[in-house]
């Protein structure tokens, strides 16, 4: 029973992930050259707020009870576009941090062996 369940979740987990269009969206937010998306990807929220409340507001007035499930939705979409711009902003520091962290070796060499050359070439400027 318990292996059948996490089959289930499984497979449910991999089809929300692989066609649902919020969760592709957000999975290429999280690519090293979208990462700075993830700000401006928070005001996507907004309109799922927007539809929340209008069912919200439509069930206080006796709307069907499905409704309750857009609600739920919407909120759930507001959320992990809200959650996408501190999530993007720390990965992209730590991104960049280890880009800067591996930048200096590769620069040293090369300033290194653009010094030497430069101090060669300068004997024969002067000839």
């Not at 289930?8 to 957000?26: D, E, I, Q």
């Not at 919200?56 to 809200?82: I, Y």
């Amino acid at each position: 029973m318990i292996r059948l369940i996490w089959t289930l979740s499984a497979h449910t987990r991999y089809y929300l992930r692989r066609y649902m269009p919020t969760n592709r969206l957000l999975d290429a937010i999280r690519r090293r050259p979208n990462l700075r998306w993830g700000i401006p990807a928070m005001l996507l929220a907004v309109p799922y707020l927007l539809i929340a409340s209008i069912c919200t507001n439509a069930l206080a007035d006796g709307a069907p009870g499905w409704l309750h499930l857009v609600v739920l939705w919407a909120v759930w979409n507001a959320m992990k576009f809200t959650t996408m711009g501190p999530v993007s902003l720390i990965l992209l520091v730590r991104a960049r941090i280890a880009e800067a962290v591996a930048r200096p070796g590769v620069r040293r060499d090369g300033d290194a062996g653009e010094s030497l050359n430069h101090a060669a070439a300068e004997p024969l400027l002067h000839r």
